[in-house]
C-alpha cells in the first residue's frame, strides 16, 4: 500500500476513534481517568478482533495492507455509515463492498423533486433490482400504467417484454430496450449474486421469451445510461426525448431523467 494511502487510512481511523463515546467505563482506564476523548486503541482492537500491536501500526501508517475482513470489523466497530465505510475501504487500497440489497426508502428530497416536476419533465426512480420504486405525473402519462400483473409488474425488465414496450416504443425501440434491460439483470444479478428476486425473474423470462434468451446469450453487461429515446406520448403522438440516469450508490437506486429533445 503507498506510503499515502496508509498515512490517510491512520488520520482517518484517528479520527473516527475520537468519535466514539465509550458505551461503559473501561475497567482498565476508569473513565475519571481519560485524558483523550474517544475509545482507546486497545479497546477499539479488541472490540474489532485484532492485537492493539496491529492496529497501532495502522494508525501510524505503518501496517500492511489490512484484509477486507479486519476492515470490516474495523468499519463496524467504528459505527461507520455506507459512505464512511467506502471511504475507508478505499482508504486501504480495496473496492468498497457492495451492499447486500438496495435502500428501501427513497431520499425525501428525491421525491419532493419529482412532484416538482410533475407538469414538465418525466423522471422515475428504480432501485438496484430493477424495480420502479417512484414515478412523477409526467412520466405515468408518458409511460403509461405499469402493465401486467404479478411479482414482476413493477420491474422495468420484466416490462421491456411486453405488449406495452412495443407500443410506448415502437418494434425497433423496443428491441434496443429489451437487449439493454437484459444487460442490466445481468449487471444487477452480479451485483446481488444470491438474490432470489432477481434469480426468479431470470428463470421466468428464459422460460417465456425466445427474444430474452437470445439477448442473453450474448452476454452483454448494461453499462449505457445515456441515451436517445423515441417515445409515443397518449396525446402528443411521438416525441424523442434524451434519457439520462443518475445513480445514489449509498442506495443503490437510479433515477431516470427525460428531456424533451426539440
Known amino acids: 500500500m503507498p506510503t499515502g494511502l496508509r498515512t490517510d487510512l491512520g488520520e482517518f481511523l484517528r479520527g473516527r476513534r475520537a468519535m466514539l463515546v465509550p458505551s461503559e467505563p473501561s475497567a482498565v482506564v476508569p473513565a475519571s481517568r481519560r485524558r483523550v476523548p474517544g475509545l482507546r486503541r486497545q479497546e477499539l482492537a479488541e472490540s474489532a478482533g485484532i492485537s492493539v500491536e496491529y492496529y497501532t501500526r495502522l494508525e501510524q501508517g505503518r501496517a500492511p495492507r489490512p484484509s477486507r475482513e479486519v476492515l470490516t470489523a474495523l468499519a463496524q466497530v467504528l459505527g461507520l455509515t455506507a459512505g464512511e465505510r467506502g471511504h475507508l475501504f478505499r ?25 416538482s416536476l410533475d407538469g414538465t419533465v418525466p423522471v422515475t426512480v428504480h432501485d438496484g433490482r430493477l424495480d420502479v420504486m417512484a414515478r412523477n405525473a409526467a412520466a405515468a402519462e408518458l409511460l403509461g400504467p405499469l402493465s401486467g400483473e404479478g411479482r414482476f409488474r413493477r420491474n422495468i425488465v420484466h416490462q421491456g417484454f411486453t405488449s406495452h414496450a412495443r407500443h410506448v416504443l415502437g418494434e425497433e425501440g423496443a428491441h434496443r430496450y429489451a437487449r439493454w434491460a437484459t444487460a442490466e439483470l445481468r449487471s444487477a444479478m452480479g451485483r446481488y449474486p444470491d438474490d432470489g428476486y432477481l434469480r426468479s425473474l431470470h428463470a421466468e423470462l428464459s422460460a417465456t421469451s425466445a427474444d430474452f434468451r437470445s439477448f442473453w446469450a450474448r452476454g452483454e453487461v448494461g453499462v449505457g445510461h445515456s ?14 426525448f434524451q434519457s439520462e440516469m443518475l445513480h445514489d450508490a449509498e442506495r443503490d437506486h437510479w433515477t431516470v431523467i427525460y428531456a424533451s429533445v426539440g
Open 91 to 115: 482508504l486501504a487500497g480495496e473496492l468498497p463492498p457492495e451492499p447486500l440489497a438496495p435502500g428501501g426508502e427513497i431520499r425525501p428530497g428525491l421525491l419532493q423533486l419529482l412532484r
Open 227 to 240: 441515451a436517445v429515446k423515441h417515445l409515443f406520448h397518449p396525446t402528443r403522438g411521438w416525441q424523442t
